[in-house]
C-alpha cells in the first residue's frame, strides 16, 4: 500500500472577525485543512502518515480529529510533547489582511526524529504552519536521505514573529538553499514577492537548485506554474523514489547550454467560481490536494485544476471539522 506523509503543525485557532455577529469561534487550524484535503484528494489505496508533533494539553483532541479522517494511518505518527500545543489568534477586519499572533511551545523535527518516520513512505507532503517544523539542516538531510518527491508548501517560512507572537512576513535567508530541498514548491503571490520581484527568475533559481515545479497561488485569480523542462509530473514512474530522483538530478546536472536553451513551461490556470464564505485554508487545501494528485501520476495542470477546484469548495466551507467530507461532494450536516 503507497504511503504519503503529511509533516506540519496541527494548530488550535481562535478566530474573530469571521463573522461579525457571531462569537468568536475555537477550532483546529493550520494543516488540519491540509489532512482533510490530502484525505479527500488521495488515490485509491494510498494510505495517510500524519508526521506532526502535538502538545500534551490538546493531544487527546488531535487523535479524535485523526480519528475522522478515512485514508490515515491507524495511529498515524502523532508525537505528543511536554509543551503546549501551538495555537493561533486570527483578527479579521473587513477586507484588510488577516493578523495571526501564535503561542505555544511545540519544537520542530531533528533529522534523527525525523529519518526513521520516512523511511517507508513513497513521497512527502510538508506545510511550514509554524515555521518552524524543520531547520534548514534537516530539511537539506531529508532532501538526501529520502528518495521519494516531495511536495512544500514554504508559507510561514515567511513569516517572522515579533515578542507578542504577531507574525510578521520577512525575507527568506538562505532562500537559494531552502529552494533546493523540494521537488515541487508552492508560495502564494505575497511571498513570491518577498523572495523576488521577478517571478521567472525565481523560477530559475529554483529550478536550478534542484526544483521541478514552482506553484504560486493567486487567490480569485487561480494559480500559476512553472515547470522545469520535461518535468510533467511523475505518471509512469510510479510512486516516486530513487530512480526518479536519480532522473531529474541528470537532467539538471546536463549540459548546461543545453540546459539554458529548453524553455521553462509555464502557465496561468483560473480559479473556480464560488460565493467565498471562509477563505481560511484555502492554501493548505490547495497544496495537499495537488500534492495528492501528482503523487497519483497526474499531470502539473490536471493536478492543479484539481486543487482550484478543492480550494473553491473550501472557501463555500467553514471549518476542518468535517471539511474532508465536504470536499468529496458529501453532505455535512452542522
Not at 508533533?53 to 511536554?82: I, S, W
Not at 486570527?90 to 529519518?115: C, D, I, K
Not at 490547495?286 to 484539481?306: K, Y
Request: hydrophobic share 45%; aromatic share 6%.
Amino acid at each position: 500500500m503507497p504511503r504519503v506523509g503529511i509533516l506540519g503543525s496541527l494548530v488550535w485557532d481562535q478566530i474573530y472577525g469571521r463573522d461579525p455577529l457571531a462569537e468568536p469561534v475555537e477550532e483546529w487550524g493550520g494543516v488540519a485543512y491540509a489532512l482533510a484535503s490530502l484525505d479527500a484528494s488521495v488515490a485509491p489505496g494510498w494510505e495517510i502518515v500524519p508526521l506532526i508533533k502535538v502538545g500534551q494539553d490538546l493531544a487527546g483532541k488531535a487523535r479524535e480529529f485523526l480519528g475522522g479522517l478515512r485514508h490515515v494511518t491507524p495511529g498515524g505518527r502523532c508525537v505528543e510533547v511536554p509543551a503546549p500545543n501551538n495555537r493561533v489568534v486570527l483578527l479579521y477586519y473587513s477586507a484588510a489582511p488577516r493578523t495571526e499572533r501564535m503561542s505555544g511551545g511545540v519544537p520542530g523535527w531533528t533529522w534523527s526524529e525525523l529519518g526513521p518516520m520516512v523511511r517507508d513512505l513513497d513521497a512527502l507532503y510538508l506545510n511550514f504552519i509554524s515555521g518552524f517544523e524543520l531547520a534548514l539542516g534537516t530539511a537539506q538531510a531529508l532532501r538526501q536521505g529520502f528518495g521519494g518527491p516531495i511536495y512544500a508548501d514554504l508559507h510561514s517560512l515567511l513569516l517572522g514573529m515579533q515578542h507578542d507572537g504577531i507574525r510578521v512576513a520577512r525575507p527568506l535567508q538562505d532562500a537559494a538553499s531552502w529552494l533546493g530541498c523540494f521537488d515541487v514548491i508552492q508560495l502564494n503571490e505575497d511571498e513570491m514577492r518577498l523572495l523576488s520581484p521577478d517571478p521567472l527568475s525565481l523560477a530559475a533559481e529554483a529550478i536550478g537548485a534542484g526544483t521541478s515545479l514552482l506553484i504560486v497561488t493567486l487567490a480569485a485569480k487561480g494559480a500559476a506554474y512553472v515547470a522545469a523542462p520535461g518535468f510533467d509530473g511523475w505518471a509512469g514512474r510510479g510512486t516516486g523514489g530513487l530512480a526518479d530522483r536519480a532522473e531529474a538530478d541528470k537532467l539538471r546536472s546536463a549540459d548546461p547550454a543545453v540546459h539554458r536553451s529548453a524553455a521553462l513551461r509555464t502557465a496561468l490556470l483560473p480559479a473556480s467560481t464560488v460565493d467565498v464564505l471562509d477563505p481560511t485554508g484555502c492554501g493548505d487545501v490547495f497544496g495537499a490536494a495537488a500534492a495528492a494528485r501528482l503523487f497519483a501520476g497526474d499531470q502539473v495542470e490536471t493536478a492543479i485544476r484539481h486543487a482550484n477546484g478543492m480550494a473553491a469548495r473550501n472557501a463555500a466551507f467553514r471549518g476542518a471539522g468535517g471539511l474532508s467530507r465536504h470536499l468529496r461532494g458529501e453532505l455535512v450536516l452542522p
